[in-house]
């Protein structure tokens, strides 16, 4: 009686620690969906209007150096389009990085003379 009475608690934790284990799967995709949603909220929408303009992004998108490996990268700061391809864009004063949004696993580096230009018209006006 002992004996099946252990193995019901056995089989009892065994189940009950399955159970939380799908409960956790479940949660964190979740929060990685969410995470997505703020990901759209947050980035500004650059417009390229001028064809100076579309020619810095077009020079600096040519120029990128592909980087290694997948990226888990932080909120873009920036989005922007050259006739079908959209881009996700983080810039600062003295590096720049780009993604194709449809290869958000590849990140591309820009050129230091790319970062110059694009980083000034981001903050001209």
Do not use: R
């Amino acid at each position: 009686m002992k004996k099946l009475f252990f193995l019901f608690v056995v089989v009892g934790f065994i189940l009950v620690g399955c159970s939380q284990e799908h409960k956790n799967k479940i949660s964190e995709f979740s929060s990685e969906s969410s995470s997505e949603t703020v990901i759209t909220t947050k980035v500004k929408s650059l417009e390229l209007i001028e064809t100076e303009e579309k020619d810095i992004f077009t020079k600096a998108v040519s120029h990128s150096k592909k980087e290694p490996g997948i990226v888990n990268m932080t909120n873009p700061q920036y989005q922007f389009s050259i006739d079908d391809e959209s881009y996700f864009l983080w810039i600062t004063e003295v590096s720049g990085t780009i993604m194709n949004t449809k290869d958000t696993h590849t990140i591309y580096s820009l050129s230091s003379s790319s970062v110059k230009e694009i980083y000034a018209f981001v903050n001209k006006g």
